[in-house]
């Protein structure tokens, strides 16, 4: 029975689900929409929702408690000064999964995800 087990293990160790995670936040957050497959997009969300809920605070306490998950000063700055005050008045749902269909390769499902009022 799966009582009380959150989250997908995606064939990973703990350690590097969480580097994975921490890493693809990090490319969310520099370049706004990231490629990936479907089942890593679904863990990404909520992992990200997360820090842009913090930066939405935009107090010290929350800029601490993002920069343990998002170790590129510069992709800390951006969330904190452009993304945060961008979704101030949204009371969540920061982010959109597009499907894009199977990988040539390997047959996995791909998708974009992406920031949902993006800058042009």
């Known amino acids: 029975m799966r009582h009380r087990k959150k989250g997908r293990e995606l064939s990973r160790t703990r350690s590097h689900r969480k580097a994975m995670l921490r890493n693809m936040a990090t490319s969310l957050i520099l370049h706004e929409r990231i490629r990936t497959t479907e089942a890593k997009a679904k863990e990404l969300r909520p ?3 997360k820090l842009i809920t913090l930066a939405k605070r935009g107090d010290l306490h929350s800029r601490q408690l ?5 170790a ?5 700055r951006k969330l904190f000064e452009k993304i945060g005050p961008r979704f101030e008045h949204r009371p969540g749902g920061y982010t959109r999964i597009l ?3 199977a990988r040539k ?6 998708a974009l995800i992406e920031f949902t009022d993006r800058e042009a």
Do not use: V
Request: no cysteine.
């Open 99 to 101: 499907k894009l269909g």
């Open 72 to 76: 590129d000063r510069a992709a800390l």
């Open 66 to 70: 993002a920069g343990r998950q998002i």
């Open 105 to 110: 390769g390997d047959g996995a499902e791909l």
């Open 47 to 49: 992992f990200a929702e």
